[in-house]
């Protein structure tokens, strides 16, 4: 007699039912939706009820719009009305409101609010962007230590302390060269406690005395993590403001930096908005044209001053001090200059930028103010077969301005060239500064059309790979044939289940590991069919060969999935990308294998053989 | 019952491993001679540089794209259909004095000039930096399953199998890299996942025929080493074809509606699948023969059963 325990079969049945109830969202597919959020703020219904009666206006059907979370969402049942609509939406709200196209879950409230959503897909198969980005890590310690040392000249000119000369040398050292050993002893005692990552070293250069400072290890660590911290803060912003609904923005090893963009079209302004480095600092001209021109026919700049050249080439001095740098701006909008009409950004200071900028400007009225446009740009050139990295910094006068009035915390900036370099502009200062410029080192790029085919191809295969496996089992193993059809079925949802739950990224090379399973997972079922019927000719009896069957193949089960699921982790652990989704649904499948292989089949046979007290055949 | 293998067969594998071995060697040649001739052709991911897929409305015209690029200063670009005619794939190595990630950007815009329904299908830009690391990743995924299972067989069967398995094991890998070579297939991530997952599946066939020569070296106490293999590999013989033929199957099915992305990848799989039943079959068991492997070996008794058999 062949019966499960009560129990067991509950615990089959309670498994296959949490399978289905977590697969079916994906049966109910996703409909186009525009995602809106408000910029530096939690989105509200009002926002929402105007959109939704923009679209009323504007005759573009509406399926349903809500409050999801912290953004809203509309949906449509086409493309086509989604498309439509998102012109509608942006200039019913207004640049305050980003708008994202999206695709939303159709599957019932109920079943999202408990936690069954579709399957989270790869960008293979909805199209999108994928970049790998390097920090340039010397370029980070670099700055850091020029901000040091501009907080260094004010602590000195604070301390009353006399020194020559304050630079960042070789990248990673500061160096401040002073007149005498005892300004210099002076120096360190008053900033060696306000600097306590730095390491100082009092030294001596042709007989002068010197200060350097550079960073400890524990201090450069703190660095080189701040600077991924704050980039990765930084491109979460742009991403937000080009409007890209589930972008993925995540650290991979020290110095990498991974941005997934789902569904974006334009890929060139993407890449330009995600690696553009560009800032701006705010600084008081120094001396007069003629001081300019000498300046840089005869290469003696005054310690006080840099030599700067405005977009047309003219040179021009500028003071070292800097009066408020870009990340002291909290926002920015783009549009046009009233008198002159030309385009123009208007800026937002916080506080603290505010204050100094009313400081120095209120100290300077009818003085001029520059205002220094700076992008990081690396060209990779190849010399003698291999890839050097050509960094330039670009500093750009963008604009000098009598300062008529002391300035608050709102003002504008122009020189630009056309609306849309300003639009740029405004998106990239409110964004926030990039700490350290960064190389794209790896760029996926996959169309939607690419995408939507190889959903087919994948769905396709799968069928087909079904029904030709069953065809086989079928005809070799008839009603035990059966049982380890319906298996296969049970072990698809279930991968699909685990899959959905996990909102693990399924890909292109995830569906051919599912596709592989349905072969594999068979095996299984294979091993103790043949068992079971060795076991008969060896003359048991068709309950003793069917216990037995099952018993002594579940060993050989277990080895052989054991080596399978050992190269599947190997490959999920050192796999990039594509072959990590290959892994994870291979190993899902194997796991989910020995659960149906095994007790499903079990069960079914027992449901079909188990209750038959004279039997004296089976159809396998 | 229907049988795809007689199970009653005594056919004598081992008596006829000689055969085995000389095509073996033959293939094992054949595969070297062509992986230290032609190589291999290493895809994007490991090599770096940059894959533009271009759609085209109608069937595109390569002979004008190649000269357009080479107009352009894309000198290196190769130009072949992907899949159909109306889909061109481009590669370009990595470039000099220009600035990589704009490479497929300035392509992209020369062929819009050319042909305006032109449309980007797929991007991708590798750094050669990049490429290297995945290249050693992908080496080391190797190295450590290979030696995860030879650890695995060796404890849980016997260590003169497990080499016999790993020696199969890359038997298998060195011929399926030379069908890689042959053919030409492109060897880039996906193809190195189905490679991978090979090793996976070709000592999963080589565990059944183990366990079963365990068993019955246990259970048979008389017969030579030889008849007692010949009777184990006879007896999975239907398992080891069935699972074979579920498997093709399967991958099969991706071959024809996987699309050129996954073309490597299921070639790779369907010659590897064939490879690995033969050589699970033939090469592991005979090898651990010849590596000396005697009843003694798999007797591993409880300590009770020890007991009654060093009695008198």
């Known amino acids: 007699m062949n019966r499960y325990p009560w129990w067991k079969n509950l615990l089959i049945i309670l498994v296959l039912l ?17 995602q809106i959020s408000k910029r530096n703020a939690v989105m509200d219904q009002a926002a929402v009820d105007k959109a939704v009666a923009a679209l009323k206006a504007a005759n573009i059907p509406v399926k349903s719009a809500r409050l999801e979370d912290k953004d809203g969402l509309i949906q449509f049942s086409s493309t086509d009305a989604q498309l439509k609509a998102v012109n509608v939406v942006r200039e019913a709200l207004g640049e305050d409101y980003p708008v994202a196209l999206n695709l939303a879950p159709a599957a019932p409230r109920w079943m999202q609010d408990m936690g ?33 040392v501009d907080g260094m000249r004010g602590d000195l000119r604070k301390a009353n302390i006399r020194y020559v000369a304050a630079d960042v040398e070789n990248g990673n050292e500061i160096a401040l060269r002073f007149p005498d050993a005892a300004a210099r ?18 030294e001596e250069r042709n007989g002068e005395p010197y200060l350097t400072a550079k960073f400890t290890d524990a201090g450069a660590t703190a660095e080189r993590k701040a600077a991924v911290d704050q980039n990765i803060t930084t491109l979460r912003n742009r991403v937000n403001e080009l409007g890209v609904a589930e972008p993925l923005i995540q650290q991979q090893g020290d110095d990498r930096i991974v941005v997934e963009l789902p569904g974006i079209q334009d890929t060139v ?31 003696r700049v005054p310690p006080d001053a840099r030599l700067y050249h405005e977009k047309d080439g003219r040179p021009i001095l500028l003071k070292r001090q800097v009066i408020v740098t870009g990340d002291r701006i909290t926002g920015a909008s783009s549009g046009f200059d009233q008198r002159s009409g030309s385009p123009a950004v208007f800026v937002n200071l916080d506080g603290q930028g505010a204050r100094r900028m009313a400081d120095i400007t209120g100290q300077n009225i009818g003085k001029q103010m520059g ?32 300062i008529q009035d002391q300035l608050a915390n709102r003002f504008q900036i122009t020189g630009l060239d056309s609306p849309e370099e300003a639009r740029d502009l405004a998106l990239l200062l409110r964004a926030g500064a990039l700490r350290a410029p960064m190389d794209i080192v790896e760029e996926r790029t996959v169309g939607p059309s690419l995408g939507a085919q190889n959903i087919q191809s994948g769905v396709n295969a799968s069928i087909l790979g079904f029904a030709l496996v069953a065809a086989f089992m079928l005809i070799y193993y008839r009603v035990f044939g059966v049982t380890a059809v319906v298996a296969l079925a049970v072990n698809l949802i279930l991968i699909v289940a685990v899959l959905s739950l996990l909102q693990a990224t399924l890909t292109l090379p995830g569906i051919a590991g599912m596709v592989l399973t349905l072969g594999i997972a068979v095996d299984a079922n294979v091993l103790i069919n043949e ?17 037995a069957g099952y018993e002594r193949a579940f060993a050989t089960i277990i080895d052989s999935h054991v080596t399978t699921l050992l190269a599947a982790i190997v490959l999920f652990a ?4 594509a072959v990590k989704g290959f892994a994870v649904t291979l190993t899902i499948g194997i796991l989910a294998s020995l659960f149906t292989a095994i007790m499903v089949t079990r069960a079914l046979v027992n449901l079909i053989y188990g209750r038959r007290v004279r039997l004296t055949k089976i159809s396998i | 019952m229907f049988n795809l293998f007689p199970y009653n067969a005594k056919f004598d594998f081992f008596g006829k491993r000689k055969y085995a071995y000389i095509i073996s060697a033959l293939l094992l040649i054949a595969s070297i001679v062509s992986l230290s001739t032609r190589g291999i052709n290493l895809g994007l991911d490991f090599t770096g540089g940059v894959v533009l897929e271009v759609g085209y409305s109608k069937a595109a015209d390569l002979d004008a794209i190649r000269a357009d690029l080479k107009k352009n200063d894309f000198k290196e670009a190769v130009v072949q259909y992907f899949g159909s005619s109306e889909t061109v794939m481009i590669r370009l190595p990595p470039a000099k004095g220009q600035n990589q990630n704009q490479l497929a950007d300035h392509v992209l815009s020369v ?43 060796s404890l849980r069967y016997q260590l003169k199998m497990a080499t016999g398995a790993v020696l199969t094991l890359s038997h298998d890998l060195i011929m399926v890299f030379g069908f890689i070579s042959v053919t030409g297939i492109e060897f880039n991530l996906t193809v190195l996942a189905a490679y991978l997952a090979l090793a996976g599946y070709s000592i999963n066939d080589m565990i059944v025929v183990f366990d079963r020569m365990r068993e019955n070296f246990r259970k048979i106490r008389k017969g030579t080493e030889i008849e007692i293999m010949n009777a184990s590999v006879n007896q999975t013989m239907s398992r080891t074809v069935i699972t074979a033929t579920t498997t093709f199957l399967s991958v099969l099915s991706l071959y024809i509606f996987g699309g050129e992305a996954l073309r490597g990848f299921a070639e790779t799989l369907l010659v590897g699948i064939v490879l690995g039943t033969f050589s699970s079959i033939y090469v592991a068991s005979s090898l651990s023969l010849d590596l000396g492997l005697k009843r003694k070996d798999l007797l591993k008794l409880t300590d009770k059963e020890k007991l009654v058999d060093t009695a008198p």
């Open chain 1, 269 to 299: 302004r993407a890449k330009e908005i995600i690696g553009a480095t560009a800032t701006l600092e705010f600084r008081l001209v120094s001396g007069t044209p003629t001081d300019w021109v000498d300046a840089e026919q005869s290469g």
């Open chain 1, 371 to 402: 205002v220094v446009f700076i992008e990081h740009r690396t060209e990779t050139k190849m010399v003698d077969g291999k890839p050097v990295k050509d960094k330039k910094v670009i500093q750009q006068v963008i604009n000098v301005a009598t």
């Open chain 1, 185 to 202: 002893d002076a120096a360190l005692k008053s900033m060696a406690g306000n600097y306590p990552e730095l390491k100082f070293n009092t």
């Open chain 1, 574 to 577: 050192l796999g990039a990308g």
């Open chain 1, 531 to 547: 068992r079971i019927r060795e076991e008969l000719r060896n003359g048991l009896t068709p309950h003793a060969a069917i216990k």
């Open chain 2, 111 to 153: 062929l819009k000039k050319q042909d305006a329904g032109a449309t980007m299908r797929r991007v991708e830009f590798v750094g050669p930096a990049v490429g290297k690391e995945l290249f050693n990743s992908g080496g080391l995924a190797m190295i450590v399953v290979l030696s995860g299972l030879l650890i695995f067989v």
């Open chain 1, 18 to 34: 949490l399978g289905i109830f977590f697969a079916l969202p994906n049966l109910y597919g996703e409909n186009p939706a525009l």
């Open chain 1, 116 to 148: 069954a959503k579709p399957m989270y897909l790869g960008l293979d198969l909805r199209g999108g962007v994928h970049f790998l980005m390097q920090i340039d890590m010397q370029a980070a310690i670099k700055t850091a230590l020029e901000r040091r």
